[in-house]
């Protein structure tokens, strides 16, 4: 019930935020955010295709394709879901999809994917990411490492 909860919570935390940015004046664009030594800016791009523009003349092919995905991973994390176990995989999921949920929604409603964070460091200085991104990365290391530990700790090993 807890990986249920933080997939909503991930979802609607980074909607809001985009919803947040949306709302903003044009003018207000790139903004440096406190507290991160200038190296974080708030800025916002509308984002029509896969990470950094890949295929943003196709979006139905975009949208089908990222449909596909989540459809895939919640099958994965659905057949999980009842097993006592592998308790760091199934977080890696639920973090997985709470951010691929919030951007597929953005990807129906939006026709683009409103990304709003910039870091000025190699190598993330080439991409603006929004909080669901961070969470799809997060959670495919979380879910990727989940394997490599011992049955324990989460693994994927048979039980």
């Known amino acids: 019930m807890i990986c249920l909860g933080l997939i909503a919570l991930i979802a609607l935390l980074d909607l809001m935020l985009k919803s947040g940015i949306e ?12 507290g991160f030594g200038g190296r974080v800016e708030l800025r916002r791009v509308h984002n029509e ?14 949208q089908g394709f990222s449909l596909f995905v989540i459809c895939t991973v919640l099958l994965r994390f659905s057949l999980l879901l009842p ?17 691929a949920l919030s951007n597929l929604t953005d990807r129906f409603f939006r026709h683009y994917v409103v990304d709003y964070l910039y870091i000025k460091r190699k190598p993330l200085n ?30 994927a090993k048979k039980e």
């Open 49 to 62: 295709g896969f990470p950094m523009g890949v295929l943003r003349q196709s979006p139905r092919l975009v």
């Open 23 to 34: 709302a903003l004046p044009e003018d207000t664009f790139p903004r440096t955010l406190p």
């Open 83 to 99: 097993q006592k176990r592998r308790r760091l995989e199934k977080l890696g999921l639920a973090m997985v999809l709470g951010g």
């Open 126 to 155: 080439r991409i603006v990411w929004n909080l669901g991104d961070g969470f799809i990365a997060l959670g495919m290391l979380i879910t990727l490492s989940s394997g490599l530990l011992p049955k324990q700790c989460g693994s």
